[in-house]
């Protein structure tokens, strides 16, 4: 137990110092194009759902003295990274189109290349993987009640705020890549019938 309370205290530290440097380097670099931004306390509420998902998470593994199960640790770390692979790729690919908030920029057309042929969100779906990692590594199985009732319904009503405002700002292009590209369950149906990146 002492052993594993180390590895899950290393694990941790590494997420704190991915989201404190990493993906904030990204994203402090993504808004110096800044455009017109939309509901953006849709931030602040994924981050406070975000970071109590964490805290419950931490709580619950040095309040319930439960045995580890270590097959669920290595699942939980392999999902964590999956998660942050998966984001960096999704940020990577829109490039200056990436921002925290819901942001529309000068010229925003719609990307349809890497994961973006295959869902529309692919950071939010690597957002809940990660997070279904981060319960796991611990084994914290309550704050996987916490995941499934406040973090995922505030992503899916952050995505639902940022499809009205794509729908309404960039048009019919949006609206052709909506009807061919699933939210977030890939189907492997390519976006590349059409024109543009």
């Given at each position: 137990m002492k052993?594993?309370?180390?590895?899950?205290?290393f694990?941790l530290?590494?997420?704190?110092f991915?989201?404190?440097f990493?993906?904030?380097?990204?994203?402090?670099a993504?808004?110096q194009?800044?455009g017109?931004?939309?509901?953006?306390w849709?931030?602040?509420?994924i981050?406070?759902?975000?970071?109590t998902?964490?805290?419950?998470?931490v709580?619950?593994y040095?309040i319930?003295?439960?045995k580890?199960n270590?097959w669920v640790?290595?699942?939980?770390?392999a999902?964590f990274?999956l998660?942050?692979?998966g984001?960096s790729?999704?940020?990577?690919?829109l490039?200056k189109y990436?921002?925290?908030?819901i942001?529309?920029?000068q010229?925003h057309?719609?990307?349809?290349?890497?994961p973006?042929?295959y869902?529309?969100h692919?950071?939010?779906?690597?957002?809940?993987i990660?997070?279904?990692?981060?319960?796991?590594?611990p084994n914290?199985?309550?704050?996987?009640?916490?995941?499934?009732?406040?973090?995922?319904?505030?992503l899916?009503?952050?995505?639902?705020y940022?499809e009205?405002?794509?729908?309404?700002?960039?048009?019919?292009?949006?609206l052709?890549?909506?009807?061919?590209?699933?939210?977030?369950i890939?189907f492997f149906?390519?976006?590349?019938?059409f024109?543009?990146?």
């Amino acid at each position: 137990m002492k052993i594993y309370t180390v590895f899950y205290l290393f694990f941790l530290g590494f997420a704190v110092f991915y989201q404190l440097f990493a993906e904030r380097r990204v994203d402090k670099a993504s808004s110096q194009n800044r455009g017109k931004t939309y509901f953006e306390w849709t931030h602040m509420l994924i981050t406070l759902t975000y970071y109590t998902l964490n805290m419950l998470a931490v709580a619950e593994y040095f309040i319930i003295k439960r045995k580890i199960n270590i097959w669920v640790s290595f699942a939980g770390l392999a999902l964590f990274l999956l998660g942050l692979w998966g984001r960096s790729y999704a940020v990577k690919t829109l490039q200056k189109y990436w921002s925290g908030d819901i942001e529309i920029r000068q010229g925003h057309s719609i990307i349809r290349k890497g994961p973006y042929a295959y869902v529309r969100h692919p950071a939010y779906l690597s957002m809940i993987i990660k997070s279904t990692g981060l319960c796991l590594v611990p084994n914290s199985y309550l704050s996987l009640v916490f995941l499934f009732l406040c973090y995922i319904p505030v992503l899916l009503m952050r995505m639902s705020y940022e499809e009205k405002i794509l729908s309404k700002e960039i048009g019919e292009e949006y609206l052709k890549y909506k009807k061919l590209v699933p939210a977030f369950i890939p189907f492997f149906r390519k976006a590349g019938k059409f024109s543009g990146a």
